[in-house]
């Protein structure tokens, strides 16, 4: 695992400790990037990009000029407890299918600047990716940062339990065994068509492409 993905990791288990035993409270501001990188001995940057993942996935509230704030557990699920009954991976794919190509419109519409910036980052990072937990967290940061882009706050805490859903082991061993080189090459050039058509604000063309990159992941593991 390359340093850039450790820090990044390093960082976000810190801040979801802290958050899920009360350390950093619901509604309550985090400390500042540059105070969190020397508390961890980290670069800024990876703390960026680590509460860029968070708040995509609906643990935190970015305010420019006031700072990141912890969201309340009841509108925040990525950070709720597993419940008795995980999905299953088709569960996952079905809820995938369904949700994200319709996302692409909303995504191509809304995205900003800053969005642009963050799919790129994850598109840098998830090529530079030399085993599989790196190109998996970059994978999906990129879909987080999709459902992130479109701005509307139902949709990114809806695609936060689909995110959650695929930290579950049963997924992430499931695409592990799955994962053969040839397919990681795939989802790459797959990852960079999806992205070019939402800069481009091409949303007929982002559905597409996102409709094809999950037929390609569900047929890899799942064998349909």
């Not at 670069?43 to 708040?55: F, I, N, T």
């Not at 970015?62 to 009841?74: F, K, L, P």
């Not at 699920?77 to 319709?102: F, N």
């Amino acid at each position: 695992m390359t340093t850039t993905i450790r820090h990044d990791l390093r960082v976000r288990d810190f801040i979801t400790d802290a958050i899920r035993s009360g350390a950093y409270r619901a509604t309550g501001k985090l400390p500042t990037e540059r105070a969190l990188s020397e508390q961890l001995g980290v670069p800024r940057s990876a703390v960026r990009d680590a509460l860029a993942v968070l708040e995509s996935g609906g643990a935190v509230t970015r305010i420019v000029g006031s700072g990141t704030y912890v969201r309340d557990r009841e509108i925040a699920p990525a950070l709720a407890e597993p419940g008795p009954q995980a999905a299953s991976p088709a569960e996952i794919m079905e809820a995938r299918l369904l949700v994200e190509p319709q996302l692409a419109q909303l995504a191509a519409i809304n995205a900003d600047q800053a969005d642009f910036e963050l799919f790129d980052a994850c598109i840098r990072e998830g090529d530079a990716a030399d085993d599989f937990e790196a190109f998996e967290h970059w994978d999906a940061a990129l879909h987080q940062a999709i459902a992130k882009s479109t701005h509307n706050r139902l949709v990114i805490d809806l695609y936060a339990m689909i995110t959650r859903a695929r930290d579950l082991t049963a997924w992430g061993e499931l695409k592990r065994r799955s994962l053969s080189a040839e397919r990681r090459e795939h989802y790459r050039r797959e990852h960079h068509m999806i992205v070019a058509a939402l800069k481009a604000r091409d949303a007929a063309e982002a559905e597409k492409a996102l409709v094809a990159h999950l037929g390609r992941v569900r047929s890899n593991l799942l064998g349909r």
